[in-house]
């Protein structure tokens, strides 16, 4: 269904009329992303009637007058004529007009008086971003309503985006989504101003497009076996023709692909395909066998998903497949993946050995040679590699482009290999990763990129050299959908972050200011429920923060939100509501354990769930501590201090607030303030034995009076068997007591599961003293 026409209104009642055309004379102008510039004048409005109609004096601005007249939602004429009277009037005129080259392909000036709105761009794209302006110069609330009778301030408007490439990233291999859906995701990006929609059509448990040439690619490697309480990703099989078991999945036909790559043309976004290589594939290796690595006696290696490098059908395929999708993509870029090449079968596979041997290649020069192949096979057909950073691995083509998606200390490590780089950082730009640290949260991946800090990301901060910057193509989001099998959930994990993404790829740099995008926010919201989106209220979700007061050995307790809206809270345990609870305007102080409950009203609604919190109020709150073995790399959160700090992680363990120990113990000594009884001690925990992260097998308590000769006083024994690999998250506070002991200083061991051939954490957030 086209996203437009989602839902369409029969009727405009006039009081509903008369709000919309106050609101448009009365409030600011909330337009996202915020153009370059923007004067408003006290002039008289233009208002829509019906004799007003759209003027244009090419067929090139056809598209852009046909967008605008979805968008008006009435039967409004569009008329062609070679040149403009003077004394036009009621008209939306479109004119070419050469002074606004400065402007480039992409930027447009909008106009708007009493008698006219003219849009004047050098190109039929500038046209449909003037059109998508006026789009929001509308009230909210006439979303898919008629426009007949309301106005548009008047007003000139001058405006260019930042980057050229402005991107969006979906993922249909891990869930496949229906063609009507991958219209409305391509119109979401039009409407925020976004020009590249990056398919994500093949994975390793998912083949989502047709290739004539090898039918199997989709007859078996589109479909897999529903297995009940398993990922995806857990104990895959692709389902075959005559299997009774259930089957899940899907595929685009070559007419289809056709049809949205049209369908986006017309909204002026490139779609970028992604057909992996040379991992990611397991799925074409249940296809094809044959292409696996083979050991001693031709004998296959595991499916890990890595094409045989040394086998001369594993490019033979890829380049039947890669000569069908360049018919169907008319894209500058084909997009390879690249990522997350296991190097184990290479390096035992007889055929993959004999390459490496005859070139003294190593594994890593093997997957450039392997990328290498495919980087000049698209240039001899006219057309860019790009791939995901890893490709840097070994010696790349210079001509490769690469698109990085580490975390933002490595974006400069990764420009400085001189490729044309386009930026999807994942500790900002991940979609998939959560939008707020709620337990109410739907189960999301790791990371955490709420709104305030995709919108506060800066792709080129002034530390990075200039020779590194030009190198920049753009910026672009990435949602992949191992936690998201329907479309609605996947609007709940773009919106509004998309609003942000819009923001930080059009907005001129050093122009950004939160509380202007906050006030924006409001209209956006607004939008999005008309339309209707299934965006998520994250951003209103109260976020209870804790602090450790060092003077008074409390807790103050902030409770904040990023969108505006009112909190109510109570510390006694029943459930806030407009009519039970304090309203919060500043912080609390705790001195003793309590539970917090907050909730966020609007217009005296509730907005979102009840968040809940316990505070602990423990003997060692900012008491000295080390560290003896240091723990990982982003899983630092501020070292040995957040053992003692009571701020507790919640079930992000991606979050920053915990610290993760990998193939280690966790030694850690307190010192307290003065000599202090003691007879408890709690160990709070996270696990997630999908992503590595294991309780702990046990947890020793010890003491001492000097801080140097430590008697054990418990041992808690949490050793277990046949413990299950899923993605369930657990918190605990493992609690070992024992008789009371007057000590100043104490260690606590917690010893890490010891698992053959592969890496394992301990998660710990807080050591509590009772």
């Given at each position: 269904?086209?996203?437009i026409?989602?839902?369409?209104a029969?009727?405009?009642?006039?009081?509903?009329?008369?709000?919309c055309?106050?609101?448009?004379?009365?409030?600011?102008l909330?337009?996202?992303p915020?153009?370059?510039?923007?004067?408003k004048?006290?002039?008289?409005?233009?208002?829509?009637?019906?004799?007003?109609k759209i003027?244009?004096?090419?067929?090139?601005?056809?598209?852009?007058?046909?967008?605008?007249?979805?968008?008006?939602?009435?039967?409004?004429?569009i008329?062609t004529?070679?040149?403009i009277?003077?004394?036009?009037?009621?008209?939306?005129?479109?004119?070419?007009?050469?002074?606004?080259?400065?402007?480039?392909?992409?930027?447009y000036l909008?106009?708007?008086?009493?008698?006219?709105?003219?849009?004047?761009?050098?190109t039929?794209?500038?046209f449909?971003y003037?059109?998508?302006?006026?789009?929001?110069l509308?009230?909210?609330?006439?979303?898919?309503?008629?426009?007949?009778?309301?106005?548009?301030p008047?007003?000139q408007?001058?405006?260019?985006?930042?980057?050229?490439?402005?991107?969006?990233?979906?993922?249909?291999?891990?869930h496949?989504?229906?063609?009507?859906?991958?219209?409305?995701f391509?119109?979401?990006?039009?409407?925020?101003?976004?020009?590249?929609?990056?398919?994500h059509?093949?994975?390793?448990?998912g083949?989502r497009?047709?290739?004539?040439?090898h039918?199997?690619?989709?007859?078996?490697?589109?479909?897999r076996?529903?297995k009940?309480?398993?990922?995806?990703?857990e104990d895959?099989?692709?389902?075959?023709?005559?299997?009774d078991?259930?089957?899940?999945?899907g595929?685009?036909?070559?007419?289809?692909?056709?049809q949205?790559?049209?369908?986006?043309?017309?909204?002026?976004?490139?779609?970028?395909?992604?057909?992996?290589?040379?991992g990611?594939?397991?799925?074409?290796?249940?296809?094809?066998?044959?292409?696996?690595?083979?050991?001693k006696?031709n004998?296959?290696?595991?499916?890990?998903?890595?094409?045989?490098?040394?086998?001369?059908n594993?490019?033979?395929?890829?380049?039947?497949?890669?000569?069908?999708?360049?018919?169907?993509?008319?894209?500058e870029?084909?997009?390879?993946?690249?990522d997350e090449?296991?190097?184990?079968?290479?390096n035992?596979?007889?055929?993959?050995?004999?390459?490496m041997n005859?070139q003294?290649?190593?594994?890593?020069?093997?997957?450039?040679?392997?990328?290498?192949?495919?980087?000049?096979y698209?240039k001899?057909k006219g057309?860019?590699?790009?791939?995901w950073?890893?490709i840097?691995?070994g010696?790349?083509?210079p001509?490769?482009?690469?698109?990085?998606?580490?975390?933002?200390?490595?974006?400069?490590?990764a420009?400085?290999?001189?490729?044309p780089t386009?930026?999807?950082?994942?500790?900002h730009?991940?979609?998939?990763?959560?939008q707020?640290?709620?337990?109410?949260?739907?189960?999301?991946?790791?990371?955490?990129?709420?709104?305030?800090?995709?919108?506060q990301y800066e792709?080129?901060?002034?530390?990075l050299?200039?020779?590194?910057?030009?190198?920049?193509?753009?910026?672009q989001?990435n949602?992949?959908?191992?936690?998201?099998?329907t479309?609605?959930?996947?609007?709940y994990?773009?919106?509004p972050?998309?609003?942000?993404?819009?923001?930080?790829?059009?907005?001129?740099?050093?122009?950004?200011?939160?509380?202007?995008?906050?006030?924006?926010?409001?209209?956006?919201?607004?939008?999005?429920?008309?339309?209707?989106?299934?965006?998520?209220?994250?951003a209103?979700?109260p976020i209870i923060?804790?602090?450790?007061?060092?003077?008074?050995?409390?807790?103050?307790?902030?409770l904040?939100?990023?969108?505006?809206c009112e909190?109510?809270?109570t510390?006694?345990?029943?459930n806030?509501s407009l009519q039970?609870?304090?309203?919060?305007?500043?912080p609390?102080?705790?001195?003793?354990n309590t539970?917090?409950?907050?909730?966020?009203?609007?217009n005296?609604?509730?907005?979102?769930?009840?968040?809940?919190?316990?505070?602990?109020?423990?003997?060692?709150?900012?008491?000295?501590t080390?560290?003896i073995?240091q723990?990982f790399g982003?899983?630092?959160?501020?070292?040995?201090?957040?053992?003692?700090?009571g701020?507790?992680g919640g079930?992000?363990?991606g979050?920053?607030?915990?610290?993760?120990?990998?193939?280690?113990?966790?030694?850690?000594?307190?010192?307290?303030?003065?000599t202090?009884?003691v007879?408890?001690?709690?160990?709070?925990c996270?696990?997630?034995?999908?992503?590595?992260?294991?309780f702990p097998?046990s947890?020793?308590?010890?003491?001492?009076?000097?801080?140097?000769?430590?008697t054990s006083?418990?041992?808690?024994?949490?050793?277990?068997?046949?413990?299950?690999?899923?993605?369930?998250?657990?918190?605990?506070?493992?609690?070992v007591?024992?008789?009371?002991?007057?000590?100043?200083y104490?260690k606590?061991?917690?010893?890490?599961?010891?698992?053959?051939?592969?890496?394992?954490?301990?998660?710990t957030d807080?050591?509590?003293?009772?």
């Amino acid at each position: 269904m086209n996203f437009i026409n989602k839902t369409v209104a029969l009727f405009v009642l006039a009081g509903t009329l008369m709000a919309c055309q106050s609101e448009t004379n009365n409030t600011k102008l909330h337009i996202i992303p915020e153009p370059v510039s923007l004067k408003k004048t006290d002039n008289p409005a233009f208002r829509f009637n019906d004799e007003t109609k759209i003027f244009i004096t090419d067929t090139s601005m056809f598209q852009a007058a046909k967008r605008l007249k979805n968008i008006l939602s009435y039967d409004i004429t569009i008329e062609t004529k070679t040149a403009i009277a003077k004394d036009m009037t009621n008209r939306v005129l479109f004119k070419y007009h050469m002074e606004t080259d400065s402007l480039g392909k992409e930027g447009y000036l909008l106009k708007s008086n009493q008698k006219n709105i003219t849009v004047e761009a050098t190109t039929p794209v500038g046209f449909f971003y003037g059109v998508e302006t006026i789009r929001q110069l509308f009230p909210p609330a006439s979303v898919n309503q008629s426009k007949l009778g309301l106005e548009i301030p008047s007003l000139q408007i001058t405006d260019k985006p930042r980057f050229k490439w402005r991107g969006m990233h979906l993922d249909v291999s891990r869930h496949f989504m229906p063609v009507s859906f991958v219209k409305e995701f391509i119109d979401y990006l039009a409407m925020h101003k976004l020009n590249t929609f990056h398919w994500h059509l093949v994975d390793g448990i998912g083949w989502r497009i047709e290739i004539k040439s090898h039918p199997e690619l989709t007859d078996i490697g589109a479909w897999r076996v529903v297995k009940e309480g398993k990922k995806p990703w857990e104990d895959f099989e692709v389902w075959r023709p005559g299997d009774d078991r259930k089957k899940y999945g899907g595929f685009y036909t070559q007419e289809e692909i056709k049809q949205v790559v049209a369908y986006a043309k017309e909204r002026n976004i490139t779609v970028i395909p992604e057909i992996e290589l040379p991992g990611h594939s397991e799925v074409v290796f249940q296809c094809y066998p044959e292409l696996l690595c083979v050991g001693k006696n031709n004998a296959p290696l595991a499916n890990n998903g890595v094409y045989c490098a040394g086998n001369p059908n594993s490019y033979k395929l890829l380049e039947a497949i890669i000569d069908e999708v360049i018919t169907l993509f008319p894209s500058e870029y084909i997009h390879i993946g690249g990522d997350e090449v296991s190097k184990r079968n290479w390096n035992t596979c007889i055929r993959c050995k004999k390459v490496m041997n005859s070139q003294n290649y190593d594994a890593f020069e093997l997957q450039s040679h392997f990328v290498n192949h495919f980087d000049q096979y698209l240039k001899d057909k006219g057309r860019k590699l790009i791939g995901w950073h890893e490709i840097l691995e070994g010696e790349l083509s210079p001509t490769a482009t690469i698109m990085y998606w580490g975390a933002e200390n490595g974006v400069e490590k990764a420009l400085s290999e001189g490729h044309p780089t386009v930026l999807t950082t994942g500790s900002h730009l991940y979609f998939d990763h959560y939008q707020s640290l709620s337990k109410n949260e739907p189960k999301a991946f790791g990371g955490f990129a709420p709104l305030k800090k995709v919108y506060q990301y800066e792709p080129l901060p002034d530390s990075l050299e200039n020779k590194y910057k030009s190198k920049v193509l753009g910026i672009q989001a990435n949602i992949w959908t191992e936690y998201m099998s329907t479309p609605e959930h996947i609007e709940y994990m773009a919106f509004p972050r998309i609003a942000a993404l819009s923001e930080i790829a059009w907005q001129e740099k050093g122009k950004k200011d939160w509380k202007r995008f906050q006030e924006k926010m409001e209209s956006q919201i607004m939008r999005y429920e008309k339309f209707p989106i299934n965006f998520s209220k994250s951003a209103y979700r109260p976020i209870i923060e804790s602090t450790l007061d060092k003077e008074t050995k409390g807790i103050l307790v902030s409770l904040i939100t990023e969108l505006p809206c009112e909190v109510i809270y109570t510390t006694d345990g029943s459930n806030p509501s407009l009519q039970n609870g304090n309203v919060y305007n500043q912080p609390i102080v705790l001195q003793n354990n309590t539970i917090i409950k907050a909730i966020a009203l609007k217009n005296e609604m509730p907005i979102s769930e009840i968040e809940e919190k316990e505070i602990i109020v423990h003997k060692a709150l900012g008491a000295k501590t080390s560290l003896i073995n240091q723990p990982f790399g982003k899983y630092s959160a501020s070292g040995a201090t957040s053992l003692t700090d009571g701020i507790f992680g919640g079930n992000k363990w991606g979050n920053g607030k915990w610290l993760g120990f990998l193939n280690k113990d966790l030694e850690s000594t307190i010192q307290l303030d003065t000599t202090t009884t003691v007879q408890k001690i709690g160990l709070s925990c996270i696990e997630e034995t999908a992503a590595g992260i294991y309780f702990p097998t046990s947890i020793e308590v010890s003491y001492s009076q000097n801080g140097k000769v430590f008697t054990s006083v418990q041992k808690l024994d949490l050793s277990r068997k046949n413990i299950e690999v899923n993605s369930e998250v657990k918190t605990r506070i493992f609690w070992v007591d024992f008789p009371a002991v007057e000590t100043k200083y104490l260690k606590v061991t917690a010893r890490y599961s010891k698992i053959q051939d592969k890496g394992t954490f301990i998660f710990t957030d807080e050591i509590i003293v009772k």
